[in-house]
Every structure is written in C-alpha cells, then in structure tokens.
C-alpha cells in the first residue's frame, strides 16, 4: 500500500501564475502619472491580483473575497488610530491584494499607524503622489488580468489537445513522460505505487542526484506540507491507481503544473485501461534501465547505479553478476522476468531484466539480458547462489514447454562497495556494465553457449569461454575484422553462390576439434557427410585442421563474423 497522501481528483487548479502580482500592476502604464511610492513592499508584492476594487469606505472588507487591488483616497477611513489599525488588518483577514492610496484632500502623508499595520498584516501599501483616474487603472489592470486568463485557457487547451492525441495514437509511456518534461521544463517523474521508478525524464547534470535514493525521498516529499515544492498528481481509473506521476520544483507553466500533469496522468491511464495485459509499471522501469545500459544511453557510471537504485535494484553492498536467458520464440520476454523474480526471490537475491529480442541466426531463440544481485560481499557464496539461481530459472523456463532449448548463461560476479570512495564504487560499477555487454556479445558469437549443456541442467558461465571473451572485448579493432574477412572470404563466397552449410559445419569443428564424430553430430551430418565438408573447406580455406594455430587463427576469424553479423 502506498503511503503517498491522497489527491483529490475532482480539483483543477487555477494557478496563481497567470494572475499578475502586484508589482506587476504597478509596473503598468497606467499607474506612472501618480508617481507611485511603495511604502510597504517585499514578499508581499508578489501577491497575485484577482481584480480591482475602488472603495473610500471603512467597512469595505465585507465586500471582497480575496486577491483584490484595493484603489482609495481614504476620505471613508476612520481617523481613529485604532481603528484605522483594525481596519487594515480586516482588509488582510479577507486575502486583499494590496492597498493603493492616492494622497490628496484627506491624506497628505501616509500615517505610522497605517504604514505599521500594513507592515504587520503582510499587506503591500502603496501611495500615489498625484491625482489620477481610477477607471483608467481599473481598465489596465482588468485588461491586464483577462489577457493573461485568455492566455492561460489557450495553453490549457494546447496541452489537452497534446495528451489527448497521445492517449488516442496509444503513445508509449516513456514517450507520454518525456512530453510533460518538455511541457514543464522541470524533470518530471512516472513512479509506480511503491515508489520505484518506472520512467524518468531528467537533465544529464542532474539524473545522478534526482534518482538517488528515490524511494525514501519520494515518501518524505509525499508526507511534506508543501510536498517540497513538487507537484504531484494519481495516474488512476475506475478505481485501480497504477501509480504517481511527479514534476519537481520548476518555473511555473501557464496553464498550471497541475493542470499539465493532471492531462498526461489521464492520458497514461487511459493507455493502461486500453492494455489490460501490458506490462506492469515496475518491470517496465527495470527493463528500460537494463535497455539503456546496454545501448549506453547514460550520462555516467554514478547515474548507472543511480537508475538501478530508482528502479528498486540497489547495488550498494552485493555482488552483481551479468547474464542472459534463452528460450524458444514461443517463450515471451514476460514469461522469463515473471520466472527470473521467483528464481531471484527464492535465493534472496533480486534481478531486473531487459528487453527480449530474437536472435537472427536462425535458431529462432530469444534472448533476455539480465542482473542478478546477490545480497553480501563473499564472491564464493555469491557464485553458489548465482549457480542455484540459473538452474532454478532454467528449470522454471523449461516447465511446460516441449522445448528442452532454455539455457541461462552467467557472468562473472562483481562487488559493489560503498558509494564511497566514488572512484572504487565507479569503477566497480563499469565492470558490471562491461560484463553485461560483453555477455550478451559472447551468446551471439558462440553456438556452444547457445546449444544444449554438457553440464545437464547448469547454466553456462562466461568465465568459460577465454577465447569468446578476448574476441568480444576486441570486436572493432579493425585489424581483427580485416582477418576475419581474408580468412573467411573464400568460404562466404562459396556460400553466396551455392547456399550450404560450411559455416555452421566449420563452427561445430571448431568447438570440437578433437573429437569429428561430436563435430559431426553437433552440424546433425553423418560423420562420412561431414568428413566431406572437412574436406571442402580444406580445399576452399587452404588450411589444414590438424595445425593448432591455423585453427586457432579460423576460431578467431569466425568468432569475430558471427559478432558483426548479429549471430
């Protein structure tokens, strides 16, 4: 249950920033020929003007309701100290703007006992010196005054025209948050009921100190009166509230901060009620987190842990392994997250997944990348953990399916100290984000990693595979690509021209180059077919498969193809 106060969903607001303050007012055309003074002045000529009242009575409190300019020449006010004292603070109790008093026949100088109680109540009291026309202020200020509410409705109609057309082209959530960014110039903040992060839109400088420690501070800011400056409205319909969307302290919009985030949260809910099955918020946030260290889409190491704390994977005191989940095409990237937070939960260990994609090699696989914390700082009990986890979410993934194809490879652990030192913490999170890609570059460079286990139902881990490893740290070195290219140019040509299979029966000799009849069953040949094919790519590559190096040099040339082909 969240503890985040709640909103009332029926209140528009109508913002105090599309009504001028009073110094505002003042600065109109209208006001210079009586040579206004301030006489009290500060905080309290930023109070906004709801209209303008001229009165000389002394009993005008009981005729305002609040933001009003009071215009008078004092020639009604009592003469009484006292009472003259009571009468301002009547004119404060209501909520009245301001005091505009134009010396003349009854009022040559301002009175201290005016001037104090003004001072006293917080009421801006201004004298004019010269005699002008009311009605002509009056006009200005009032033109003024509606200008700015025409304004304020055309840009309320400008922002529901945005989101209502998002919410009816079915935007993407990430998409719908960036807009209300953009509208509000302020970071702005999707978070789901429990406070974790699912979408954020916030400057490069400052997403390391927005996200840290979001939770915590997101439930302080909720139980604060002024919920320290933020705005904060329900993303909710028919009854169900899927979470917060929160705009941090920014420049006021004109059509109101509320109002903006009021049109974007309708607009996302609007889009969870047309996807009833969709993803929940929570994976969302995480996945979208994993997709962005992939790509590298943020601004530093400190922001990479950061996003991950936000999205409720904390790293600060784990060893956090790299790893990536294969399953047959039927088996969706839901059905692996779903199973990867029970393994996870089952070892006290938490996980976040990324986005699942299908692996163009043919093998009609899809791919999961994820993060594995495991909670302590001993790498040995964390790998026993790490291992238990990958049978565990192999097993789960094979239950119920016909395919015995699920595989979970596994990277290296990585310790995540303190946050400080900052340098010790950045470079251990570096490690992490290096060995995620890395990982997901070894699984589409080595069939071995993909294929069944010769350990049954263990996962696989990175650590295994040195050679895969060295190839995908050095995948753009251009030299690397160069001999990949002369090596295997013959064998690609052939391939072009004739279709076949050469390149899937060289890479089954390559993983087993000791053993031709595991080759061969590994490229499902007859060992008479595929000393046929040996032959073949004998003759083509004019390498000879019993010379170590000549096979070393072809393991590196078709490990570094199949990373640049996608395999």
Known sequence: MSDRRDVDGSRTERPAAVLPTVSEVLALDAFAPGAPVVVVGGAALEAPVRWVHVSDSADVARLLEGGELLLSTGSGWPDDPRRLAHFVAQLAEVGAA????????????????????????????????????????????HRRIIADQTAALEARDAVRTLFTGLALRGAPTEFIVEQVGLTLAAPVVLESVGHEVVV???????ETRTLRDWARRSRAAAAAPDREGRAIVPVEARGIRWGWLVALPGAAHLAGRDAVLEQAATALALGRLADPGGEEWSRLGRRRVVDALIDGRFTGLSAVAARLDAAGMPLVGTVAFAAVALVSSGRGGDAVAAAADIAAAAIGARVVCGTSTTLDDGSALVRTPLILAVAGRATSAADNRADAFTVALEDALRAGSTSARARVVLGP?????????????????????????????????????????????????????????????????????????????????????????????????????????????AAHLSRSVFYQRIALLEDLLGVDFDDGEQVAALHVAVLTHRLHAGG
């Open 98 to 141: 301001g005091i505009v008093l134009e010396l003349g026949a009854h009022y040559r100088y301002v009175p201290a006992v005016l001037a104090d109680a003004a001072r006293s109540a917080d009421i801006a009291l201004i004298v004019l010196h010269r005699e002008v026309k009311f009605v002509t202020i009056t006009e200005a200020v």
């Open 413 to 521: 652990g990585t310790v995540i100290p303190a946050l400080e030192p900052a340098a010790a913490y950045e470079r251990a999170v570096g490690t992490l984000v290096a060995g995620l890609r890395e990982t997901i570059d070894l699984v589409g460079a080595d069939d071995s990693l993909r294929g069944a286990s010769r350990r049954g139902a263990d996962g696989r881990r990175v650590a295994e595979r040195p050679l895969t490893r060295v190839v995908a740290a050095l995948r753009d070195d251009h030299r690397l690509v160069a001999h990949a290219e002369r090596m295997l140019d013959p064998l690609l040509a052939e391939t072009r021209a004739r279709g076949g299979d050469l390149l899937d029966v060289l890479t089954a000799l390559l993983a087993h180059p000791s053993n031709r009849t595991a080759a061969a069953e």
């Open 200 to 206: 954020a839109h916030v400057g490069g400088a400052t």
